[in-house]
Every structure is written in structure tokens, then in C-alpha cells.
């Protein structure tokens, strides 16, 4: 990837629109403000762009946005690969029935809840956030994710989900 990154120009410029706050939310965090980036549409365009250059024609059906920034770039993704957008949000902001999957991060705790019935058996999804610092947050999506198709089990359907 970083023969990639080093021969595609839209990199350069969609890092240099990424302000980094010191300190925030919390001392030792490094924040990666992604706010400039979203004012400058040539910078948020090349972004989504290089998502959908990597992944169209990936057989993805879902795309599922972790909060908040997979917020932001998933939904744009998924129209443009032509799949289905499927949010993962923090605890009661979903109404209805919902799963949740509790995770740790740099600086605490948190949950991620998604709709049951969001995702179908033998769906293939791609799962959209900002970076990966701990892990946990990525983890506790394809918990929720796989957790969803044990449910789908459970009912009777005999399907794998597809990575």
C-alpha cells in the first residue's frame, strides 16, 4: 500500500487538510481532526474516491459506518460501490431493536449498537472508521457484525457471513 500511497498525489493533499490537536479529548491524544478536511470538497471527494477506487467491483454489499466519522464517509462509499449503508452508533441513538457490543479504547470504554435485520446472511461487508489506535473499536464491529449473523443462525437460517 505505500507504493500506492507514495505514487497517488491526492494523498498529500488529503493529509495536509487533517489538522492534528494536541491533548484532546484527553491528555496525550493525538486528535485527528477531520472538520478542515470536510471544507475543502476536493479533499473529501479524493478521499471517498480512493475508498471506491479500492473497493468497487469487491462484491461489498454492506457498508457499516462506525460513529461518527464512518458516519460521514460511509454513506458516500456505499452509493458509489452500490451497497447498502448500515450504521453502527453509540448506545440509544438507534430506535427499535438493536445488538450492542461493548469495547475498550485509548481512554475508556464504549458500546457500538446496530439494527437487528441490517444485514442479511451470505452479505459481504466493509466496515468504514476513521484509524485504528487500540483496536477495539474495529473489533467490536465485526463482533456486532458477527453477532448479527448468529442471530440469523438462531432463527433457523444455516448461512455464513461473508468477510
Known sequence: ???????????HGIQSKIRVVPNF??????FQ????LLLDPKAF????????ER??????SVVAGIEARGLIFGPPIALEIGAKFV???KPKKLPGKVISE???LEYGRDCLEMHVGAVEPGERALVVDD???????LCAAMKLLGNLMKILRQTGSCYLFKS
Open 33 to 36: 481532526d477531520i472538520t478542515t
Open 87 to 89: 450504521p453502527l452508533r
Open 131 to 137: 484509524l485504528i489506535a487500540t483496536g477495539g473499536t
Open 45 to 52: 471527494k479524493d478521499t471517498v474516491d480512493l475508498f471506491v
Open 25 to 30: 479529548p484527553k491528555p496525550g491524544i493525538m
Open 102 to 104: 461493548e469495547y475498550v
Open 1 to 11: 500500500m505505500s507504493a500506492y500511497r507514495d505514487k497517488d498525489p491526492r494523498i
Open 55 to 60: 473497493y468497487k467491483g469487491k462484491n461489498i
